[in-house]
């Protein structure tokens, strides 16, 4: 069993890990959010362009990317609040040593059965397992949603739709008569598409190790 210097020394580890973590997902969101936008400006051209079809491509794209950057935002916005009870669980030392210290007054009260000074020791107690208990809340288990890869066909229509009025094209029946965009990407387009997946698999596998390499 962990000593209380080695056990507050794990959670203060654990509560960096979990703030430089936050950053990173932070970091992430503001790039993805970036490359969403470089697709929007690429959607523009290709519509300027009569290019409709690759256009869509385009569009799945930026809608991709804008769904990671609200993915990893969600992703830092909980790691900063288990990183908040974390906090709170490295003042739980404190709250142990109190306990230890009104179970010995128990032990010594219920010698001489003094009822009036159990009851005044059990309120102490009672105090101090629900002071403990807010403090050690049990860190959520789940990381969000997994990122999707692929937009529906309504979400690339409407970016489609909103990048031609914003810039005075027009869309005509090009859209409509376009084939739904299935199975049409490149070899490189799949390909970054697998990278991407694996990176972000890779950050979630990493952090996941660190925390619990601290807590073992």
């Known amino acids: 069993m962990f ?10 580890n654990a509560l960096f890990q979990l703030r ?46 804008h769904n990671e950057s609200v993915t990893f935002l969600r ?18 030392n ?6 230890g210290g009104v179970s010995k007054e128990l032990e ?20 101090q397992f629900v002071d403990l208990d807010v403090r050690s809340a049990t860190m959520e288990g789940s990381m969000g949603n997994a990122v999707t890869l692929s937009a529906p066909e309504d979400q690339v229509n409407s970016l489609l739709q909103q990048v031609a009025a914003e810039n005075g094209l027009e869309m005509s029946n090009a859209l409509n008569q ?17 990278e991407d997946a694996l ?7 990493v952090y996941f190790l660190k925390v619990s390499i601290i807590f073992l």
């Open 3 to 12: 000593s209380s210097h080695s056990s507050g020394e794990g959670l203060q």
């Open 20 to 65: 430089f973590s936050s950053k990173q997902f932070n970091r992430l969101s503001s790039k993805s959010e970036k490359e969403s936008e470089i697709q929007k400006n690429r959607v523009r051209k290709a519509l300027e362009e009569k290019k409709v079809d690759v256009a869509k491509v385009y569009a799945e794209n930026a809608i991709r990317k």
């Open 75 to 92: 992703m830092a916005s909980r790691l900063d609040a288990v990183a908040s009870r974390v906090q709170s669980a490295t003042r739980m």
């Open 94 to 99: 404190e709250a142990m040593k109190n306990i």
């Open 108 to 127: 010594k009260a219920m010698k001489s059965m003094d009822l009036e000074k159990i009851e005044k020791i059990m309120s102490r107690f009672e105090t």
């Open 178 to 194: 376009a084939e739904v965009l299935t199975g049409s990407l490149t070899t490189d387009q799949v390909k970054n598409a697998d």
């Open 199 to 205: 990176s972000r698999r890779w950050v979630f596998l």
